[in-house]
Protein backbone atom coordinates (compact mmCIF):
# COMPACT_ATOMS: atom_id res chain seq x y z
CA UNK A 1 0.00 0.00 0.00
CA UNK A 2 3.03 2.60 0.72
CA UNK A 3 4.67 1.90 -2.36
CA UNK A 4 2.13 2.24 -3.92
CA UNK A 5 1.49 5.54 -2.77
CA UNK A 6 5.34 6.64 -2.92
CA UNK A 7 4.77 5.39 -6.68
CA UNK A 8 1.85 7.57 -7.34
CA UNK A 9 3.44 10.13 -5.99
CA UNK A 10 6.76 9.72 -7.96
CA UNK A 11 4.59 9.36 -10.77
CA UNK A 12 2.76 12.95 -10.38
CA UNK A 13 5.31 14.81 -8.03
CA UNK A 14 5.74 17.44 -10.58
CA UNK A 15 1.96 18.00 -10.42
CA UNK A 16 2.07 17.59 -7.28
CA UNK A 17 4.53 20.16 -6.34
CA UNK A 18 3.08 22.57 -8.82
CA UNK A 19 -0.03 22.58 -7.37
CA UNK A 20 1.68 23.04 -3.77
CA UNK A 21 4.14 25.73 -4.87
CA UNK A 22 1.45 28.12 -6.88
CA UNK A 23 -1.49 27.50 -4.21
CA UNK A 24 1.35 28.57 -1.64
CA UNK A 25 2.03 31.72 -4.41
CA UNK A 26 -1.77 32.53 -5.05
CA UNK A 27 -2.16 32.46 -1.02
CA UNK A 28 0.90 35.16 -0.84
CA UNK A 29 -0.47 37.62 -3.27
CA UNK A 30 -4.05 36.27 -1.19
CA UNK A 31 -2.84 37.18 2.24
CA UNK A 32 -0.93 40.60 0.96
CA UNK A 33 -3.06 41.96 -0.94
CA UNK A 34 -5.13 44.08 1.67
CA UNK A 35 -1.66 44.46 3.56
CA UNK A 36 0.38 45.97 1.12
CA UNK A 37 2.84 48.33 3.71
CA UNK A 38 3.29 45.22 5.63
CA UNK A 39 6.00 44.00 5.87
CA UNK A 40 7.16 40.35 6.41
CA UNK A 41 10.10 39.52 8.86
CA UNK A 42 11.69 37.89 5.56
CA UNK A 43 11.41 40.40 3.62
CA UNK A 44 12.70 42.79 6.01
CA UNK A 45 15.96 40.21 6.35
CA UNK A 46 16.22 39.84 2.79
CA UNK A 47 16.19 43.46 2.25
CA UNK A 48 18.57 44.08 4.94
CA UNK A 49 21.08 41.56 3.63
CA UNK A 50 20.51 42.75 0.16
CA UNK A 51 20.85 45.96 0.39
CA UNK A 52 24.89 46.34 1.17
CA UNK A 53 25.54 44.41 -1.81
CA UNK A 54 23.10 46.57 -4.06
CA UNK A 55 25.30 49.83 -2.36
CA UNK A 56 28.38 48.09 -3.68
CA UNK A 57 27.34 47.44 -7.15
CA UNK A 58 25.88 50.87 -7.24
CA UNK A 59 28.85 52.13 -6.33
CA UNK A 60 31.22 50.39 -8.66
CA UNK A 61 29.13 50.88 -11.43
CA UNK A 62 28.42 54.55 -11.04
CA UNK A 63 32.14 54.74 -10.80
CA UNK A 64 32.71 53.12 -13.91
CA UNK A 65 30.13 54.83 -15.51
CA UNK A 66 31.78 58.28 -14.26
CA UNK A 67 35.18 56.45 -15.78
CA UNK A 68 33.57 56.03 -19.03
CA UNK A 69 32.03 59.50 -18.96
CA UNK A 70 35.45 60.89 -17.91
CA UNK A 71 37.34 58.48 -20.68
CA UNK A 72 34.77 60.06 -23.03
CA UNK A 73 35.07 63.41 -22.25
CA UNK A 74 39.11 63.03 -22.78
CA UNK A 75 38.75 61.94 -26.18
CA UNK A 76 36.41 64.55 -27.17
CA UNK A 77 38.47 66.56 -25.90
CA UNK A 78 41.96 65.13 -26.94
CA UNK A 79 39.88 65.03 -30.36
CA UNK A 80 39.15 69.31 -30.21
CA UNK A 81 42.87 69.86 -29.05
CA UNK A 82 43.75 68.21 -31.49
CA UNK A 83 41.35 70.21 -33.96
CA UNK A 84 42.51 73.46 -32.22
CA UNK A 85 46.28 72.72 -32.70
CA UNK A 86 45.74 72.61 -36.39
CA UNK A 87 43.74 75.88 -36.43
CA UNK A 88 46.53 77.37 -34.19
CA UNK A 89 48.99 76.39 -36.59
CA UNK A 90 46.70 77.50 -39.51
CA UNK A 91 46.65 80.89 -37.97
CA UNK A 92 50.31 80.95 -37.05
CA UNK A 93 51.40 80.22 -40.60
CA UNK A 94 48.50 82.95 -41.84
CA UNK A 95 49.90 85.29 -39.26
CA UNK A 96 53.52 84.71 -40.36
CA UNK A 97 52.52 85.34 -44.00
CA UNK A 98 50.75 88.43 -43.24
CA UNK A 99 53.84 89.84 -41.33
CA UNK A 100 55.96 89.14 -44.21
CA UNK A 101 53.75 90.32 -46.43
CA UNK A 102 53.84 93.90 -44.19
CA UNK A 103 57.80 93.83 -44.05
CA UNK A 104 57.93 93.13 -48.00
CA UNK A 105 55.58 96.14 -48.31
CA UNK A 106 57.82 98.48 -45.82
CA UNK A 107 60.90 96.83 -47.70
CA UNK A 108 59.62 97.80 -51.32
CA UNK A 109 58.30 101.36 -50.30
CA UNK A 110 62.03 102.20 -48.65
CA UNK A 111 63.51 100.94 -52.08
CA UNK A 112 61.29 102.65 -53.77
CA UNK A 113 61.90 105.88 -51.79
CA UNK A 114 65.67 104.91 -52.54
CA UNK A 115 65.38 105.03 -56.37
CA UNK A 116 63.52 108.25 -56.53
CA UNK A 117 67.01 109.73 -55.08
CA UNK A 118 69.11 108.44 -57.66
CA UNK A 119 69.10 110.06 -60.51
CA UNK A 120 70.36 107.77 -63.65
CA UNK A 121 68.35 104.66 -64.30
CA UNK A 122 68.09 101.76 -61.75
CA UNK A 123 67.43 98.05 -62.12
CA UNK A 124 66.10 96.14 -59.13
CA UNK A 125 66.92 92.60 -58.63
CA UNK A 126 66.23 89.85 -56.12
CA UNK A 127 68.97 88.31 -54.83
CA UNK A 128 69.43 84.89 -55.50
CA UNK A 129 72.33 82.93 -54.55
CA UNK A 130 74.73 83.64 -51.89
CA UNK A 131 78.42 83.09 -52.14
CA UNK A 132 79.20 79.74 -50.41
CA UNK A 133 82.71 79.58 -49.99
CA UNK A 134 84.31 81.55 -46.66
CA UNK A 135 86.66 83.41 -48.56
CA UNK A 136 84.84 85.39 -51.30
CA UNK A 137 82.16 87.67 -50.79
CA UNK A 138 79.40 87.70 -53.57
CA UNK A 139 76.08 87.11 -54.51
CA UNK A 140 74.37 86.43 -57.22
CA UNK A 141 71.12 88.33 -58.16
CA UNK A 142 68.48 87.62 -60.85
CA UNK A 143 69.26 90.21 -63.48
CA UNK A 144 71.64 89.74 -66.53
CA UNK A 145 72.83 90.93 -69.84
CA UNK A 146 68.93 90.45 -71.42
CA UNK A 147 67.96 93.35 -68.68
CA UNK A 148 70.63 95.19 -69.71
CA UNK A 149 73.24 94.89 -66.54
CA UNK A 150 77.25 95.16 -67.88
CA UNK A 151 79.87 93.74 -65.89
CA UNK A 152 81.33 96.95 -63.82
CA UNK A 153 77.75 98.55 -63.18
CA UNK A 154 77.20 99.56 -59.25
CA UNK A 155 74.68 97.55 -57.08
CA UNK A 156 73.46 99.80 -53.97
CA UNK A 157 70.61 99.23 -51.63
CA UNK A 158 68.76 101.95 -49.67
CA UNK A 159 71.07 101.35 -47.00
CA UNK A 160 74.34 102.13 -49.03
CA UNK A 161 76.70 100.72 -51.58
CA UNK A 162 76.90 97.03 -51.99
CA UNK A 163 79.19 96.06 -54.44
CA UNK A 164 79.50 96.05 -58.53
CA UNK A 165 78.68 93.78 -61.13
CA UNK A 166 81.88 90.93 -61.89
CA UNK A 167 79.94 88.87 -64.18
CA UNK A 168 77.06 88.48 -66.51
CA UNK A 169 75.06 86.25 -67.96
CA UNK A 170 71.80 86.18 -69.54
CA UNK A 171 69.33 86.06 -67.12
CA UNK A 172 71.57 86.28 -64.09
CA UNK A 173 75.07 87.93 -62.33
CA UNK A 174 77.52 87.87 -60.25
CA UNK A 175 78.10 90.98 -57.89
CA UNK A 176 81.37 91.29 -56.30
CA UNK A 177 80.28 93.27 -52.56
CA UNK A 178 82.48 95.65 -51.11
CA UNK A 179 83.47 93.49 -48.18
CA UNK A 180 85.91 91.30 -50.64
CA UNK A 181 89.12 91.29 -50.31
CA UNK A 182 89.19 92.13 -54.24
CA UNK A 183 87.33 95.39 -53.30
CA UNK A 184 88.12 99.21 -53.55
CA UNK A 185 85.88 102.00 -53.82
CA UNK A 186 87.20 105.45 -53.76
CA UNK A 187 85.20 107.26 -50.73
CA UNK A 188 85.21 110.68 -48.52
CA UNK A 189 84.70 111.37 -44.92
CA UNK A 190 81.60 113.27 -45.46
CA UNK A 191 82.21 115.63 -42.42
CA UNK A 192 86.19 116.47 -43.28
CA UNK A 193 85.84 115.30 -46.94
CA UNK A 194 89.37 113.58 -46.44
CA UNK A 195 89.80 111.20 -49.08
CA UNK A 196 90.41 107.30 -48.88
CA UNK A 197 89.92 103.85 -50.42
CA UNK A 198 87.61 101.72 -48.76
CA UNK A 199 88.57 97.77 -49.10
CA UNK A 200 87.26 94.72 -48.20
CA UNK A 201 88.69 92.93 -44.84
CA UNK A 202 86.62 89.69 -46.00
CA UNK A 203 84.30 90.11 -43.18
CA UNK A 204 81.40 92.52 -42.99
CA UNK A 205 83.48 95.05 -42.22
CA UNK A 206 85.54 97.11 -44.55
CA UNK A 207 89.00 99.03 -44.11
CA UNK A 208 89.38 103.07 -45.03
CA UNK A 209 92.53 103.24 -46.60
CA UNK A 210 95.24 105.40 -48.32
CA UNK A 211 93.63 108.96 -46.58
CA UNK A 212 96.31 111.06 -45.57
CA UNK A 213 97.78 111.41 -41.95
CA UNK A 214 96.76 114.87 -41.23
CA UNK A 215 93.40 114.40 -42.39
CA UNK A 216 90.77 114.92 -39.54
CA UNK A 217 88.87 111.76 -38.97
CA UNK A 218 86.97 110.82 -35.97
CA UNK A 219 84.92 108.21 -34.49
CA UNK A 220 81.34 107.88 -36.21
CA UNK A 221 82.19 110.04 -38.82
CA UNK A 222 80.41 108.72 -41.98
CA UNK A 223 82.08 107.68 -45.49
CA UNK A 224 80.46 108.04 -48.64
CA UNK A 225 81.18 107.12 -52.23
CA UNK A 226 83.58 110.25 -53.77
CA UNK A 227 82.35 109.13 -57.37
CA UNK A 228 86.03 109.29 -58.47
CA UNK A 229 86.39 105.95 -60.92
CA UNK A 230 82.74 106.34 -62.68
CA UNK A 231 81.42 103.46 -60.83
CA UNK A 232 79.94 104.79 -57.88
CA UNK A 233 77.43 107.79 -58.27
CA UNK A 234 78.89 110.37 -55.37
CA UNK A 235 77.69 110.77 -52.28
CA UNK A 236 76.31 107.49 -51.67
CA UNK A 237 76.63 105.90 -47.89
CA UNK A 238 79.33 103.25 -47.28
CA UNK A 239 79.19 103.70 -43.56
CA UNK A 240 80.81 104.71 -40.51
CA UNK A 241 84.19 104.85 -39.01
CA UNK A 242 84.28 102.43 -36.12
CA UNK A 243 87.99 102.45 -35.05
CA UNK A 244 91.19 104.62 -36.41
CA UNK A 245 94.27 103.41 -36.63
CA UNK A 246 97.17 105.80 -36.62
CA UNK A 247 100.78 104.80 -36.19
CA UNK A 248 103.38 107.55 -35.19
CA UNK A 249 105.12 106.90 -38.36
CA UNK A 250 104.17 107.02 -42.04
CA UNK A 251 101.92 108.69 -44.42
CA UNK A 252 98.96 107.22 -44.29
CA UNK A 253 96.08 106.71 -41.27
CA UNK A 254 93.45 103.85 -41.58
CA UNK A 255 90.29 103.27 -40.15
CA UNK A 256 87.59 100.50 -39.70
CA UNK A 257 84.24 101.25 -41.19
CA UNK A 258 81.54 99.47 -40.07
CA UNK A 259 79.11 99.48 -42.75
CA UNK A 260 75.45 100.74 -43.75
CA UNK A 261 74.12 98.07 -45.92
CA UNK A 262 73.63 95.03 -43.40
CA UNK A 263 74.74 92.15 -45.97
CA UNK A 264 73.28 89.77 -43.63
CA UNK A 265 69.34 91.00 -44.36
CA UNK A 266 70.20 91.96 -47.73
CA UNK A 267 66.95 90.24 -49.67
CA UNK A 268 66.66 93.61 -52.59
CA UNK A 269 69.38 95.46 -54.30
CA UNK A 270 69.52 98.07 -57.19
CA UNK A 271 71.71 98.20 -59.65
CA UNK A 272 72.32 101.24 -61.23
CA UNK A 273 72.87 101.13 -65.28
CA UNK A 274 74.16 104.50 -65.99
CA UNK A 275 77.75 103.96 -66.10
CA UNK A 276 78.53 108.03 -66.13
CA UNK A 277 79.32 109.33 -62.87
CA UNK A 278 76.54 110.81 -61.40
CA UNK A 279 76.00 112.86 -57.54
CA UNK A 280 73.62 111.99 -54.77
CA UNK A 281 71.62 115.11 -54.05
CA UNK B 1 23.25 20.66 -1.86
CA UNK B 2 26.68 22.48 -3.35
CA UNK B 3 24.98 23.28 -7.08
CA UNK B 4 22.06 24.22 -5.11
CA UNK B 5 23.50 26.76 -3.02
CA UNK B 6 25.17 28.12 -6.09
CA UNK B 7 21.75 27.84 -7.43
CA UNK B 8 21.03 30.36 -4.73
CA UNK B 9 23.88 32.65 -4.61
CA UNK B 10 23.48 32.78 -8.56
CA UNK B 11 19.96 33.86 -7.79
CA UNK B 12 20.64 36.54 -5.17
CA UNK B 13 23.28 37.86 -7.16
CA UNK B 14 20.99 38.29 -10.31
CA UNK B 15 18.58 39.84 -7.99
CA UNK B 16 21.02 42.62 -7.00
CA UNK B 17 22.53 43.32 -10.72
CA UNK B 18 19.07 43.36 -11.58
CA UNK B 19 17.87 45.88 -9.43
CA UNK B 20 21.30 47.95 -9.97
CA UNK B 21 22.63 47.59 -13.46
CA UNK B 22 19.76 46.36 -15.18
CA UNK B 23 17.64 48.99 -13.83
CA UNK B 24 19.74 51.98 -15.04
CA UNK B 25 19.91 50.51 -18.32
CA UNK B 26 19.02 53.28 -20.62
CA UNK B 27 15.93 51.80 -22.36
CA UNK B 28 13.15 51.84 -19.49
CA UNK B 29 11.20 49.41 -21.90
CA UNK B 30 13.84 46.86 -22.69
CA UNK B 31 15.64 45.18 -19.76
CA UNK B 32 16.25 41.96 -19.89
CA UNK B 33 14.56 39.90 -17.06
CA UNK B 34 17.69 37.65 -15.58
CA UNK B 35 15.42 36.00 -12.93
CA UNK B 36 13.65 34.76 -15.81
CA UNK B 37 16.06 33.47 -17.16
CA UNK B 38 17.30 31.54 -14.43
CA UNK B 39 13.91 30.05 -13.75
CA UNK B 40 13.92 28.99 -17.00
CA UNK B 41 17.38 27.34 -16.38
CA UNK B 42 16.22 26.30 -13.25
CA UNK B 43 13.38 24.36 -14.98
CA UNK B 44 15.53 22.44 -17.63
CA UNK B 45 18.63 21.59 -15.25
CA UNK B 46 17.31 20.68 -11.71
CA UNK B 47 15.16 18.65 -9.31
CA UNK B 48 11.54 19.65 -9.50
CA UNK B 49 11.74 19.83 -5.94
CA UNK B 50 14.74 21.62 -5.22
CA UNK B 51 13.75 24.09 -8.80
CA UNK B 52 10.72 25.12 -7.12
CA UNK B 53 11.55 25.83 -4.50
CA UNK B 54 14.27 28.21 -5.48
CA UNK B 55 12.21 29.74 -8.36
CA UNK B 56 9.58 30.56 -6.20
CA UNK B 57 12.39 32.15 -3.58
CA UNK B 58 13.42 33.63 -6.79
CA UNK B 59 10.05 34.77 -7.80
CA UNK B 60 9.48 36.27 -3.44
CA UNK B 61 13.01 38.26 -3.89
CA UNK B 62 11.69 40.21 -7.09
CA UNK B 63 8.61 40.93 -5.10
CA UNK B 64 10.38 41.96 -2.02
CA UNK B 65 12.03 44.75 -4.71
CA UNK B 66 8.87 45.51 -6.61
CA UNK B 67 6.65 47.92 -5.97
CA UNK B 68 3.50 45.80 -7.15
CA UNK B 69 1.24 43.27 -5.42
CA UNK B 70 3.09 40.68 -3.04
CA UNK B 71 3.65 37.46 -4.58
CA UNK B 72 2.50 38.34 -8.43
CA UNK B 73 6.19 37.47 -9.27
CA UNK B 74 6.48 35.12 -6.88
CA UNK B 75 3.26 33.08 -8.68
CA UNK B 76 4.43 33.83 -12.60
CA UNK B 77 8.17 32.94 -11.77
CA UNK B 78 7.06 28.96 -9.74
CA UNK B 79 4.66 28.70 -12.89
CA UNK B 80 7.18 29.66 -15.63
CA UNK B 81 9.46 27.03 -13.25
CA UNK B 82 7.01 24.23 -13.72
CA UNK B 83 5.87 25.18 -17.71
CA UNK B 84 9.69 24.54 -18.48
CA UNK B 85 9.57 21.25 -16.57
CA UNK B 86 6.80 20.32 -18.32
CA UNK B 87 8.00 20.91 -21.81
CA UNK B 88 11.88 19.80 -21.32
CA UNK B 89 11.12 16.38 -21.96
CA UNK B 90 9.13 16.92 -24.99
CA UNK B 91 10.91 19.77 -26.98
CA UNK B 92 14.96 20.10 -27.46
CA UNK B 93 15.67 23.23 -25.89
CA UNK B 94 19.35 22.75 -24.91
CA UNK B 95 20.80 24.64 -27.78
CA UNK B 96 21.02 28.50 -27.98
CA UNK B 97 18.66 29.51 -30.34
CA UNK B 98 16.07 27.21 -28.79
CA UNK B 99 16.70 29.03 -25.56
CA UNK B 100 16.32 32.09 -26.94
CA UNK B 101 12.75 31.13 -28.28
CA UNK B 102 11.63 29.50 -25.37
CA UNK B 103 12.67 32.05 -23.50
CA UNK B 104 11.08 34.78 -25.33
CA UNK B 105 8.00 32.85 -25.26
CA UNK B 106 8.03 32.07 -21.28
CA UNK B 107 8.67 36.04 -20.86
CA UNK B 108 5.61 36.51 -22.90
CA UNK B 109 3.49 34.23 -20.68
CA UNK B 110 4.86 35.36 -17.37
CA UNK B 111 3.59 38.88 -18.94
CA UNK B 112 0.26 37.26 -19.85
CA UNK B 113 0.23 35.98 -15.80
CA UNK B 114 1.28 38.91 -14.30
CA UNK B 115 -1.55 41.10 -16.00
CA UNK B 116 -4.27 38.65 -15.57
CA UNK B 117 -3.50 38.62 -12.00
CA UNK B 118 -3.22 42.73 -12.01
CA UNK B 119 -6.20 42.48 -13.80
CA UNK B 120 -8.21 40.40 -11.03
CA UNK B 121 -6.70 42.77 -8.74
CA UNK B 122 -7.40 45.54 -10.33
CA UNK B 123 -9.12 45.68 -13.87
CA UNK B 124 -6.65 47.12 -16.72
CA UNK B 125 -8.83 48.52 -19.15
CA UNK B 126 -6.77 48.34 -22.30
CA UNK B 127 -4.44 45.02 -21.90
CA UNK B 128 -3.08 45.54 -25.53
CA UNK B 129 -1.15 48.89 -24.47
CA UNK B 130 1.38 46.94 -21.78
CA UNK B 131 1.68 44.08 -24.29
CA UNK B 132 3.03 46.26 -26.84
CA UNK B 133 4.89 49.07 -24.66
CA UNK B 134 6.66 46.41 -22.13
CA UNK B 135 6.32 42.64 -22.71
CA UNK B 136 7.43 42.42 -25.95
CA UNK B 137 10.40 44.68 -25.88
CA UNK B 138 11.36 43.07 -22.27
CA UNK B 139 10.84 39.52 -23.56
CA UNK B 140 12.45 40.13 -26.81
CA UNK B 141 15.57 41.51 -24.62
CA UNK B 142 15.48 38.85 -22.51
CA UNK B 143 15.70 35.90 -25.21
CA UNK B 144 18.65 37.85 -26.87
CA UNK B 145 20.62 38.03 -23.55
CA UNK B 146 19.13 34.34 -22.41
CA UNK B 147 21.63 31.96 -23.86
CA UNK B 148 24.61 34.04 -23.13
CA UNK B 149 23.72 34.56 -19.39
CA UNK B 150 22.75 30.33 -19.42
CA UNK B 151 26.48 30.05 -20.82
CA UNK B 152 28.01 31.78 -18.23
CA UNK B 153 25.82 29.89 -15.69
CA UNK B 154 27.56 26.97 -16.98
CA UNK B 155 30.45 28.80 -15.89
CA UNK B 156 30.25 28.75 -12.36
CA UNK B 157 32.14 25.54 -11.32
CA UNK B 158 29.09 23.40 -9.46
CA UNK B 159 27.22 23.94 -12.34
CA UNK B 160 29.57 23.03 -15.01
CA UNK B 161 28.36 20.03 -15.68
CA UNK B 162 24.60 20.30 -15.26
CA UNK B 163 22.77 17.44 -17.26
CA UNK B 164 18.87 16.35 -17.10
CA UNK B 165 17.98 15.92 -13.29
Known sequence: MVAKEISIFRRYRVSIFAVIFLTTALLTISSRINNVERLAFIDWALLEITYPFQKAVTYSTDALGNLIDSYVLLVNLKRENVALRKKVTELREENSLLRERAIASERLQNLLRFSKKIPGPILPAQIIGIDPSSWFRTILIDKGTKHGVERGMAVVSPEGIVGHVLQT??????????????????????????????????????????????????????????????????????????KIEKKSYGLFQQAEIILSANFSKLEEVFIITETRPVEIP | MKKNLSLFGLIFLSLVIQTTIVTNLPHQQAKPDLLLILTVYLGLYSTPLAGAILAFLSGYMMDIFSGSIFGVQTFSKTAIFFLTILIRDRFYIRSPLFQAGTIFLFSIIEGFIIIAILGMVSPIENLLSPFFLFIIPRSLITGLVGPFFIALIKCVPPLSHSGNP
Request: glycine content about 12%; hydrophobic content about 35%; proline content about 4%.
Open chain 1, 169 to 242: SPHSAKVLLITDFNSSVDAIVQRSRAKGLVEGNGENRCRLKYAPRAEDIQLGDRVVTSGLGGRYPKGLMVGKIN
